[in-house]
């Protein structure tokens, strides 16, 4: 299975594909959503970035949950799916929300800006997601938090693993090697904390 390009996510029929499904996305990872809010730490008057953020609804959960004394910044590679963030955020009157058009390996930010930084189901498709993971690191505050969610291994994710194996047995497609970017790479054993370590994190918490 194909990882769409940057070019790609910025298309409007990405943003529109993407805008549809937050209801199908809410009811299979709100649970977990929330439980990455609970270990971000987030508290009213929290700044809180976060990183290829989509259409911006696990955005505005944490707006929620700092609130109006906070801030949430949404960033994401495509400007089209931060323009629905912004427009969500908006027509719920969360001003405390802002977005911001940038590449998660290349944080336009300053250093310890903030108090905790968010990642949905997005770590695994970077080119380069220690280098991703390190940005986190530098523009958070000593003490801060850096909460992600990834996908487990295919095997246990029969709502994908499913569909996916079909796929590659009808269309004789390898699975992609070591290293690539897709929705699975880091579902193995050890291999998110390997990806902590590499990028200079000390202490690292893990939730299955």
């Known amino acids: 299975m194909e990882t769409l390009t940057d ?4 298309r409007q029929e990405s943003a529109d594909w993407w ?3 937050q ?6 990872y709100g649970a977990a959503t929330a439980m990455m809010l609970d ?4 508290q009213p008057g929290s700044r809180v970035l976060d990183v290829a953020a989509g259409t911006g609804e696990q ?16 960033a994401d590679i495509s400007a089209r799916m931060l323009n ?3 427009e969500a955020a908006r027509t719920e009157g969360l001003t405390h929300v802002e977005t911001c058009l940038m590449h998660a390996e290349h944080l336009a930010l300053d250093a310890d800006a903030f108090d905790a930084v968010i990642c949905r189901i997005a770590l695994m498709l970077f080119p380069h997601p220690a280098i991703a993971l390190a940005e986190m690191r530098r523009v958070v505050k000593a003490g801060g938090k ?3 969610m990834v996908y487990s291994a295919l095997d246990k994710n029969p709502y994908h693993g499913i569909f996916y194996a079909i796929v590659r047995r009808l269309g004789n497609i390898p699975s992609p090697p070591p290293g690539e970017p897709w929705m699975y790479a880091l579902g193995h054993p050890g291999a998110l904390e390997d990806l902590y370590k590499r990028a200079g ?3 690292r918490h893990y939730r299955k």
Do not use: K, M
């Open 23 to 28: 209801a199908s996305r809410h009811h299979i």
């Open 84 to 86: 629905v963030a912004a």
């Open 201 to 203: 994190f000390l202490n």
């Open 7 to 10: 070019e790609q996510w910025g």
């Open 59 to 74: 955005t505005l959960l944490a707006a929620r949950r700092v609130g109006p004394r906070g801030y949430a910044l949404a």
């Open 39 to 42: 270990v971000a730490a987030l």
């Open 146 to 148: 850096i909460a992600v």
């Open 19 to 21: 805008s549809a499904g």
